[in-house]
């Protein structure tokens, strides 16, 4: 969760188990970025972002991943996020001051667990541009999600078992 937010060296700083952990976030996300999948869909934002366009496409398959595990039942998805919340919130003196200031919002406006709603993928789109740089708008990128809803879901049912196995194998080196 923070390594977005732990810039350069600074990663270093950190305890081993939470360094791997950057690591290992880091290590999905270039493998995300490189994906044909997620570099051939991502187009569909380029235009408008340019090279913000697979960070739409991350939050894209937030939100599919989101429903998918909705759609496990039992409260599955709602208990995974509380979960999550509360073991974040054992780390909180180690969090970068970036995301300290942003936790206790994205706790009390359940971020996570909003990912599964249109609503949800609207505000992280926001979010989004509100901390990037040379991008000031983001209804172009959701109204791309909106119109574009089938293809991002194809796209992320083709994208995901790779991923999936991409993570295991890692998670497992690391471990």
Do not use: C
Not at 39 to 50: I, N, S
Not at 147 to 155: I, L, P, V
Not at 167 to 172: D, G, N, P, V, Y
Request: net charge positive; charged share 25%; aromatic share 20%.
């Amino acid at each position: 969760m923070i390594s977005d937010f732990v810039k350069g060296k600074k990663k270093f700083g950190y305890p081993p188990r939470i360094l791997a952990g950057i690591d290992f976030h880091r290590a999905i996300d270039t493998f995300t970025d490189a994906h044909a999948v997620t570099k051939e869909t991502g187009k569909l934002f380029k235009p408008a972002y340019g090279a913000y366009n697979l960070a739409f496409m991350d939050i894209v398959y937030d939100h599919f991943l989101a429903m998918e595990l909705t759609a496990r039942g039992k409260g599955f998805f709602e208990k995974l996020v509380a979960a999550t919340y509360e073991k974040l919130g054992r780390y909180e003196s180690v969090f970068p001051p970036v995301f300290k200031n942003m936790f206790p919002y994205m706790k009390q406006q359940n971020w996570l667990y909003n990912y599964r709603f249109s609503s949800g993928i609207q505000k992280s789109f926001a979010g989004l541009v509100h901390r990037a740089s040379y991008i000031s708008e983001s209804d172009t990128a959701f109204m791309i999600f909106k119109e574009n809803y089938d293809a991002f879901k194809e796209a992320y049912d083709n994208f995901f078992p790779d991923i999936l196995e991409f993570s295991l194998k890692k998670f497992a080196d690391i471990h």
